[in-house]
């Protein structure tokens, strides 16, 4: 099929993937606009996979302070190239996490992060307040392991869900942006400050 370069550039600036992606896309679907979109958001999971092993090396440091001056973050935020980092949707989604650090407080960035001392203080106090509310000692150790996830979901960033769409969490965010922007990004670190809040 036959598609014209104006569909191709439409599709390219609604969704910011790659012209060639776009192109095959829009084949795939036979030139339908809104079926490309879901054939690149679909394709866009794995894209971000095969992105996720790529060197970062530029980006920006983003900052947010709430309205009320109690509350604010600093996240640095990498990508590829300089070009990604200039890009609007990039900014955007850097002073997005920005906010959302200051609205969520999360104390990591992956579940990867948390030290192992404070991994195994949690289960300990899980499995203590378990056994209080007198479950079968042979499922102890499953409501553990369901909890300390809730745990994860608390406190680490990716993990979290994203508070201006409670229908993603902020991995999910973090991958579509991947995918739309065709380069690794990665959240390298963050600063959360709160007014009174001792600072470790």
Not at 102 to 116: G, R, T, Y
């Amino acid at each position: 099929m036959n598609i014209s370069l104006d569909k191709v550039k439409k599709l390219r600036a609604e969704t910011l993937a790659g012209i060639i992606d776009c192109k095959k896309a829009l084949e795939e679907s036979k030139g339908d606009i809104e079926e490309a979109k879901k054939i690149l958001r679909k394709k866009g999971v794995q894209l971000a996979r095969k992105k996720s092993g790529e060197a970062t090396t530029q980006g920006l440091i983003a900052s947010y302070i709430h309205h009320n001056g109690r509350v604010g973050a600093l996240v640095e935020i990498r990508c590829q190239s300089d070009f990604v980092a200039k890009n609007d949707e990039f900014q955007k989604f850097a002073r997005n996490i920005a906010m959302h650090i200051a609205a969520s407080n999360p104390k990591w960035i992956s579940l990867e992060d948390v030290p192992q001392s404070v991994v195994e203080e949690e289960k300990q106090i899980l499995k203590e307040q378990a056994q209080k509310e007198g479950k079968p000692s042979h499922i102890v150790d499953r409501i553990v392991e369901g909890r300390i996830k809730k745990f994860y979901d608390r406190v680490c960033l990716l993990n979290q869900v994203y508070v201006k769409d409670q229908e993603k969490t902020i991995k999910d965010y973090l991958q579509q942006t991947i995918a739309k922007l065709g380069e690794n990004i990665k959240i390298h670190r963050f600063v959360r400050f709160e007014l009174g809040e001792n600072q470790e």
